[in-house]
């Protein structure tokens, strides 16, 4: 069966085990690094409604009903989306989902009239860097620089048609969110 790209909201209840296990990943690698209650204030930062159009997005990839894969993105600044919550579930990680996500993302965000994605990570996830490195994301930050000194490091990526629908690799065709 084939993948489902499915354009929801943050408060779908297919959602939840995503962002439980996204909380729990996140405190595993911060603890209380940047807050004192640890990840769930980043977590609870925003309402659902910030990932949602016509602003935001939301993404869910489903397998046999499952959210197995997502992210979204919000409003930034200008004609540039925030990408937030890219996440792929432990067992199926290494299959090139998280790239995937990225370009659904970035489809949609073209879409919605972006132009640009701004996006940050923690020092502690270096798949995530090479990740947005090697999809094209441009670190704004210095390459030398004492990660762990910034704790955020941040990236950027200007869309364009001609690129983001180049990217596709065979990924399953978004659905947009009614």
């Not at 993948?3 to 085990?17: K, V």
């Not at 090479?130 to 990660?147: I, K, M, S, W």
């Amino acid at each position: 069966m084939a993948d489902l790209y499915l354009f929801t909201r943050s408060d779908d209840p297919r959602a939840a085990p995503m962002l439980a296990d996204l909380l729990r990943e996140y405190d595993s690698r911060y603890g209380t690094l940047f807050d004192p209650q640890g990840a769930a204030v980043e977590m609870n930062r925003y309402a659902p409604r910030v990932f949602a159009p016509p602003g935001g997005n939301f993404l869910l990839v489903l397998r046999d009903g499952q959210a197995i894969a997502g992210g979204a993105f919000m409003p930034w600044q200008g004609d540039s989306a925030e990408f937030k919550r890219i996440w792929t579930h432990p067992a199926y990680r290494r299959q090139g989902l998280a790239g995937e996500v990225l370009q659904a993302l970035e489809r949609q965000a073209l879409r919605q009239g972006y132009r640009r994605v701004y996006l940050t990570t923690g020092y502690r996830q270096p798949e995530a860097v090479a990740l947005y490195l090697r999809h094209g994301y441009r670190a704004l930050f210095a390459p030398d620089a004492d990660h762990e000194a910034l704790k955020t490091l941040p990236f950027e990526k200007w869309l364009d048609r001609a690129t983001t629908a180049s990217a596709r690799h065979g990924a399953a065709q978004a659905s947009p969110c009614l």
